[in-house]
């Protein structure tokens, strides 16, 4: 800390400049972190959700398909 004090006095306005720099450095990073974790989540939701729906249209072509096989002897007798 005393080093970047007596940095700052000397120079001020190149340490302002370094500090802004990491600072929108640090921004930058911490909103692609951020940009990443989103579209993770985005990706795992989009997954279950597919999953979902393809468990239900086979739950859904299942029920059919024994409807079908439970109807068609009763058409036969």
């Known amino acids: 800390m005393a080093k970047e004090s007596n940095r700052s006095i000397k120079s001020p306005h190149k340490h302002n400049d370094r500090t802004i720099k990491l600072v929108s450095l640090k921004k930058t990073l911490v909103n692609n972190f951020v940009d990443k974790i989103i579209q993770l989540f985005r990706n795992i939701v989009n997954k279950i959700y597919c999953m979902l729906v393809k468990v239900r249209i086979i739950k859904i072509g ?16």
């Open 62 to 77: 299942m029920l059919l398909a024994s409807n079908r096989i439970v109807k068609a002897p009763q058409r036969n007798k």
